[in-house]
Every structure is written in structure tokens, then in C-alpha cells.
């Protein structure tokens, strides 16, 4: 009994220091949020498959034209059907510069009267309020993009945001909150769920040939060290920070998506349960800004947090999804991107295919992959028939291999033909909060932290993706 209870002492003792570790934000998440579901305001719309009125022309506004928002601009100027009203960023050469292209890609009879905004961190506001957009598109350091879309949707506009969605939970239920009181959209812009290899997952997965889905890999590991020379300018100058001021797996939206749309989390089917999260130490950029930067340089005065977070999902339905991150340790570049089934498994980097019985055209069983040129008839059999109809344009734009193009396109499209998009608010919300839940986990060393149900119920209505033709 003296054992035990002195064992139940340093555990608990273990515990207490995690939170006192937390960040403050997050210990106020674990006591505020993580258990409370508000209640949605009188006159609320649940949005899961909301379809917004048709636009003929989409009126478009851009809030940052830095290295993510001018391929937005650019390439959405080239697509029929939108007008191109306005561009706010703190830089002027680099508003200039997009709306110049903007005007090129519209082949010189459209968005000709751009008005620009540069002056100051609240100009957006005014061209907002002034500009009245259809559509705002929020490419800003990831602090920004809440209130902007917030902001955003208030003055009229539907929005879609650069990934995460937001940084505090409570920010993600007032997202929901003003998405569903002024009946405006609301999507992170998840652009690899527009990838080839993802699209067709998609479609094998909805037509059953891996079996009962029970488990996924998602990752983002991407050695993004070369940023921290973006000192004054660019996104090393406000995302290095968050590499020492944050200890959770900061950037899970891009390995996560694609899982979590075979998965058909929030939709219908399963949903976010539980998450488990650790850090490894942190060593990487440490080092790389003592070799790089003077011993004074103010890199050198930040304690990097975690080099690689691995987390585990558990859905309602029991399964798992192993989600790691890593923007700093030497190796090649994966999302990781596999989904395993009772009949079979889908796996990415590269693209690999391995079904009970074998595949057509490669292996005749499952101990071996099909990859390569085996893939042939596996491709010809399911391509997902947004790609047939989109990829090879796409591939001419550019952007990740197309996958930005699609997106950018379908956003378009939905809104002109006045259909549901492809990504809802809750979703990006749900993709999102995997960061902010991580943060407190890995602080609590390693304890499962619950998602909250955003939808408040309503996934279990909520229709599956559809495979779009």
C-alpha cells in the first residue's frame, strides 16, 4: 500500500508539472474548451453541406500575396468567371507585382481596376468593408488568419484560408460560430486533397477495394531550415518562432486531410475521438542557427522546441492514425499517405499498392507492392474523374504538381454553380485542432486530450464526399 501510494504521488507529481509546462493558452483549452460544447445562436445553419447562392462572378479580394497567397491570385484570375477587385499586403512591390499578374492572366479585358491596399497591418479591414468581395482568400502568418476570416465573413464574404484554419480552439468555435450565424463559408485551404495519388485513394477507398478501412499514416515532414534566413522578410521572419515558442505536431493538415476524407471523419460515418502526442527533443535547430547565425543573432537567443512529434489518433469507431511532423531533421521529403483496410493497403512516397490476392497488372499477392509502371491499370481503373477531367490542365498551371489548381478551380466552381465545397468549416477546424490538441498532450507527457465536436452532432448526418465528376 506505501508503494502504491507513493507511486500515485509521482505520477500525479509528473502530471502537475506538465501542465505547469503548458503554454498558458492551453492549460485554458484543457479547463475551458476541450469539455464544453457551446450552444449555437438562435438562427444558426449547420454548414456541413451547406450550398451558398450562385455567383455568376465571383468578386475576389487577397489578404497576403507573400510565396502562398500571389499563386492564389494568379492563378485564380485565370479562371472563368472571377473578378479580381482587390489585394492588401503590408508590401507594396509585392501587391504590385500580383495584381500586374493578375491582370496578364486575365487576358487584358479583365481585372483592370484592382485597388490595392498597403498601408498598414489593418488595411484589410478597409478594403473589406469598401470593396465588398465575394470571396477573400487569407494568406497571412498563421496567427492572422482567424480574425481575418472571422472579420471576413462578417462583411459579407465567403473566405478560404491557408492552413491551419486557426491556433485556439476557442478561435475555431467562433469560426463555426460566424460561419453558421451569417451562412458564409468558411475552408482551410487543404490543397493535397486535390493531389493525384490522394484523388485516387479517394476513389478506391469509397468503392471498397482496400475492404473496411481501420487505419492511417499522415505526416508532414518537410526540412524547412533554409526559412530561418527570412529574417526581416518572408515566412522564416514569423514562423521561427513558432518552432521555439510551440512543442506539438505544429503542421498536421497536410498528411491529415486526405486520411481523414478516406476515412470520412466528420461525415457521416466516424469521427475525431482521442489524441496521443510526444515530442522528441529538441537538437536541429539549435544547432543550425550556431552554425549559421552570429553567436548575438536573435535565433540564438530562442530554446527550438521538439524536432519530430509523433501523434496517434483514435476515431469513435476504434480506428488509428499515426501523424508525425518534423520541419527540421535531414531526410527527403513525405506526407506518408497510407491507408490500410481488411483487403488491402494504399501507400504514398512513393505510390505503392498492395491487395489481398495481388494487383492487376503487378504482384499476385500482398506480400509484395505494385508501384511503378505496375500502377498502369490501377490508374486507368480509378482515376478519380476530377482529375480525368481537370489533371492535364493543371499540370500546365503548375502549383505542386496541380493540386493547387484543382483546388483553386473547384472553390470556382462550387461557388458559380452554387454547390457544397469539397471542405466544410467543421473539417478544417477538426484538421487543425490535431495541432493544438498535440500542444497540450505532449506538455500533460503524452495524456489523451478529446476533440471537441464542432459539428455538435451533426456529423452523423453529414453526407460523405462525394466523388466529384
Not at 31 to 47: D, F, H, R
Not at 388 to 403: F, I, T, V
Not at 438 to 460: H, L
Amino acid at each position: 500500500m506505501k508503494s502504491n501510494r507513493r507511486d500515485f504521488i509521482r505520477k500525479t507529481s509528473i502530471a502537475g508539472m506538465g501542465m505547469a509546462m503548458a503554454p498558458a493558452w492551453s492549460q485554458n483549452l484543457a479547463e475551458k474548451s476541450l469539455n464544453n460544447t457551446p450552444a449555437a445562436s438562435p438562427g444558426s445553419i449547420y454548414m456541413g453541406g451547406f450550398a451558398a447562392p450562385k455567383l455568376d462572378t465571383v468578386k475576389c479580394a487577397f489578404i497576403g500575396v507573400g510565396a502562398r497567397g500571389s499563386g492564389h491570385a494568379h492563378q485564380i484570375a485565370s479562371i472563368e468567371g472571377t473578378e479580381v477587385v482587390a489585394i492588401c499586403d503590408l508590401y507594396e512591390d509585392l501587391a504590385e507585382k500580383s495584381a500586374n499578374k493578375c491582370k496578364e492572366n486575365g487576358g487584358g479585358t479583365r481585372h483592370q481596376d484592382i485597388k490595392l491596399y498597403t498601408k498598414g497591418e489593418n488595411h484589410w479591414k478597409k478594403m473589406l468593408k469598401k470593396e465588398k468581395p465575394d470571396a477573400v482568400f487569407v494568406c497571412t502568418p498563421w496567427k492572422l488568419h482567424a480574425p481575418m476570416a472571422i472579420e471576413a465573413m462578417k462583411r459579407g464574404a465567403h473566405v478560404f484560408v491557408e492552413v491551419p484554419l486557426a491556433l485556439t480552439i476557442e478561435e475555431m468555435w467562433e469560426i463555426i460560430d460566424t460561419s453558421e450565424k451569417t451562412q458564409k463559408h468558411c475552408m482551410m485551404m487543404e490543397n493535397v486533397n486535390y493531389g493525384r495519388e490522394e484523388l485516387l485513394y479517394l476513389n478506391m477507398c469509397r468503392q471498397g477495394v482496400i475492404g473496411e478501412l481501420l487505419h492511417g499514416e499522415a505526416a508532414y515532414i518537410h526540412e524547412l531550415r533554409g526559412q530561418m534566413h527570412q529574417v526581416d522578410r518572408g515566412t522564416g521572419s514569423w514562423r521561427t518562432y513558432h518552432y521555439a515558442k510551440r512543442d506539438g505536431n505544429l503542421y498536421p493538415t497536410h498528411g491529415l486531410g486526405p486520411v481523414a476524407q478516406y476515412m470520412n471523419l466528420a461525415r457521416g460515418e466516424d469521427n475525431f475521438k482521442f489524441i496521443n502526442s510526444f515530442s522528441s527533443p529538441g537538437k536541429g535547430r539549435n544547432l543550425y542557427a550556431a552554425k549559421n547565425f552570429p553567436a548575438d543573432h536573435k535565433w540564438n537567443k530562442l530554446d527550438f522546441k521538439g524536432d519530430i512529434n509523433t501523434s496517434i489518433v483514435k476515431t469513435a469507431l476504434g480506428r488509428t492514425i499515426m501523424v508525425q511532423w518534423d520541419e527540421t531533421s535531414p531526410r527527403p521529403y513525405t506526407r506518408h499517405n497510407l491507408i490500410q483496410g481488411t483487403k488491402g493497403t494504399l501507400t504514398g512516397f512513393p505510390t505503392r499498392i498492395a491487395l489481398e490476392g495481388g494487383v492487376e497488372g503487378g504482384p499476385d499477392n500482398h506480400h509484395e507492392w505494385a508501384e511503378g509502371e505496375q500502377l498502369q491499370k490501377v490508374f486507368e481503373k480509378y482515376e478519380h474523374p476530377l482529375y480525368l477531367r481537370l489533371g492535364e490542365l493543371a499540370k500546365k498551371m503548375g502549383g505542386h504538381g496541380g493540386m493547387d489548381f484543382i483546388m483553386r478551380y473547384r472553390i470556382i466552381e462550387c461557388l458559380r454553380k452554387g454547390e457544397p465545397l469539397d471542405q466544410n468549416v467543421y473539417e478544417g477546424c477538426y484538421w487543425s485542432a490535431m495541432g493544438t490538441l498535440s500542444e497540450v498532450s505532449v506538455a500533460q507527457n503524452g495524456a489523451p486530450q478529446e476533440f471537441p465536436d464542432f459539428t455538435r452532432g451533426n456529423w452523423k448526418t453529414t453526407q460523405p464526399l462525394g466523388i466529384v465528376s
